[in-house]
């Protein structure tokens, strides 16, 4: 098992990130469940099926106890709103859990993004723990301590920082995941290693995620959240360095909420993986990386079968357009994060509209 410590300065605290096979069954090793009031475990409909039963005994028995709450919500993106939110306050409020419970978000991105934030406004503030069952909660989602919900149609519109107590990746909850759903977290992997650590990017991309074995898959995991650790310690809340992490989301944001109005809508990964490649070309026409980095990279997320381009009946105008029309709250141009070499990222750089219109003209060529 690999544990990875990650500082949490504002709180002058730290929380850890345990990644392993089999691990769950041992929570009370890792965390001192005797205080805590009762527990109340968040977890969507998919993943009850298969893990619900298996984490409420654990807590069971280790409390010595039955009481343990549940609450199971619809699974999907579709269901990160305010609406869930409230029916787990009042579910809350209902079953009397006090501000010493602790809240167990069990669950992919969907559960532990809106699990953290019910747990981090309900009373002001209750404890919780994310048991991440997807690869894109483990390298991603759950570690970071942004937690929050859509607002309709306004990706991750509402939401606070709120660091949780521990996070537990037991590579066993992704045997059940489906192939693409497993495929598109590995976007959030490559991206770690393109902008921090080239020695890993060439590590990372020899087979795709779907062909590696348990410990490839943890070795990747668990260096993919030391990158996402370092960076957040160093930048909590986004002032700087964590900008880094938005590379391939500028562009990967505007085709994954393009593609929601088709019939082939794009998971979050997959629009990041294109949106990579349209992100590593701007860094190769604004002369930041040379064509050969370039096709390394695009034959990368190529390789791991990661899509490459957005095949989808658009313009060049549209997606642009989307983008500025998307990006308009924020004040004078677009800050770009890209590459400045492979491992190496650089972030708030301006970039010229027309090496813009030409990297989105390329991603949507066939
Ligand atoms: N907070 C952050 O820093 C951060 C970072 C990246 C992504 N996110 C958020 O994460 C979400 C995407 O995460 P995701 O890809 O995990 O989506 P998800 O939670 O919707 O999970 C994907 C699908 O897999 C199912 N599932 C989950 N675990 C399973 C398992 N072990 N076996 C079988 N099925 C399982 C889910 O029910 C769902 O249908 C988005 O809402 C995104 O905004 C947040
Ligand atoms: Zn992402």
Known sequence: MHSIDILVPSHKSKYSVLVGTDIIGQISKFIDLSGYSSVYIITDSNVARYYLDTVKDVFAHELHRKDIHTYIFQAGEQHKQLGTVEAIYHDLAEKRIDRKALIVNLGGGVVTDLGGFAAATFLRGIACINISTTLEGMVD??????TGVNLGILKNYVGVFAQPKLVIADSNTLKTLPDRVLLQGYAEVIKHALIADKRFFEESIKISPLKMDDDMLLQAITRSIEIK???????????????????????GHVIESLSMNTDKPLYHGEAVAIGMVAESYISYLTGMIDENEFETIENAVRNVQLPIRYIAKTTVKKVFEKLVTDKKTESGNIKWSLLMGIGVGEFNVAVDDKFVREAIEYILAP
């Open 141 to 146: 989602a759950s570690v970071g301590g942004k």
């Open 229 to 251: 650790a370092q960076i957040v310690q160093e930048d909590e809340t986004e002032k700087a360095a964590r900008k880094l992490l938005n590379f391939g989301h500028t562009i």
